[in-house]
C-alpha cells in the first residue's frame, strides 16, 4: 500500500493509493502518526481496503508523508561517490546527524531559502521509516521493524552546516528542509532498499542520477546500528544519504536560487516538486 496525508497544510487528513486511486481515510484513522503506527495501523488500513466502500478523492496538496516524526536521525556521506565528490573519507562508521522535526513539509511545498544563506544545496534521498520499536536489533532482524520507505529532499545549508562551527545539524534544519512524500510506501511493496534508482533535477537539468546499491552502509546495517545508541519508536524517520550530484560538489559549486525548480523521485516511492523561494519577514 501506499499511504499519504492531504489537505491544507496543519489540517491534513490520512489516505491510501490502492491500485493508482487515491482514498480517503479520514473517517477511519486519525493520522499517519507514531500512534497509527505502534497501534498496528497498517494492518487496519488493510482490513479496511480489503472491505471496500472507501471514499475515492483527487488530492489537491500532499502533506508530509508521516505526521511530527519524534525523530528525524540522518546518514551522512553514504554513498561512496558522493564522499568522493565531497572530498571527505569514506566513512568507517556511519555519520550520524539529526534534523529537526520543525523542518519537514509536504513534498510539493516551497523550499525556502533562509535568511543570510547563499549555500542552500538539494540531496534526494531513500528515507526508512520505522514501524515498531528497535532496540539492539541485528543486521538479520532489522527490516522486521522497518514499516514503508518515503521520499525525502535532506535541503541542506553547506555554510550553517559546514563553515559555522559545532554539528552539522544546524545547516539541515531550516524550516522547509525536510520535504517528505508523496507516500510512505509499505515495505512489502519494496523488493530490495539496498537497489533503488533515485533522481533530482534542477530546472529540468538531473544533477543527481543514483542507485542505493552505492550505499557504503545499507539499510539493514544502519537500523542495526542506531539501535545500539539509542531506541527507534513507531514513525521516526532514518534518512539514509544521497548519492552524488549535490551542489557543494559541483565545480564551481552551485547552489539554489530564488525561482528555481527541483523534482525528484526514487523507484516505487513517487516523485516530488518544490519552487524555490527567497526568505521575506512575515
Known sequence: MKLFRHGVAGSERPGVMVDDKHY??????????????????????????????????????????????????????NYRKHAEESGMAVPTEPVVFFKASSSVVGPNDNIIIPKGSEKTDWEVELAVVIGKKASYVSEEEALDYVAGYVLHNDVSERAFQLERGGQWVKGKSCDTFAPLGPYLVTKDEVKDPNNLKLWLTLNGEKVQDGNTDDFIFNVQE????????????PGDIISTGTPEGVGLGMKPPRYLVHGDVIELGIEGLGTAKQNVVAYEKL
Open 24 to 77: 480517503d481515510l479520514g473517517d477511519h484513522i486519525n493520522d499517519i502518526n507514531e500512534d497509527f503506527l505502534a497501534d498496528e495501523g497498517i494492518s487496519k488500513v488493510a482490513a479496511l481496503v480489503e472491505r471496500g466502500g472507501l471514499k475515492e478523492i483527487s488530492p489537491d496538496r500532499f502533506g508530509s508523508a508521516v505526521h511530527r516524526p519524534g525523530k528525524i536521525i540522518c546518514i551522512g556521506l
Open 222 to 233: 544502519v537500523v542495526s546500528y542506531l539501535s545500539q545508541f539509542m531506541s527507534l519508536l
